[in-house]
């Protein structure tokens, strides 16, 4: 499932440069993770990086977005072409 930023986020700026999908951005009034790009890392690094970064814990899984692992690493495969 992919990851969602809540309204807690600090705007701290620490988790879009660690994304390797590109699918961090920011929003309005806080960053946003696009769903279509998120793979919760799979396929790059064993966990997600911008959880392991975020210095207040506001990035949860998505409930909206309900994705096994084998499905991540087919979004994996379809965004890096490989």
Known sequence: ???KITTDCIN?????????????SAGDDIYVINP??????????????????????????DPDYDE?????LAKYHKITNS
């Open 36 to 61: 279509d790009l998120c793979t919760e890392c799979v396929g790059h690094y064993d966990t997600p990086q911008c959880v392991d970064i975020c210095p207040v814990d506001c990035i949860p899984k």
């Open 1 to 3: 499932m992919a990851l």
């Open 12 to 24: 701290c700026d620490v988790c879009e440069p660690v994304c390797p999908n590109e699918a961090i």
């Open 68 to 72: 096994s692992e084998d499905e991540l």
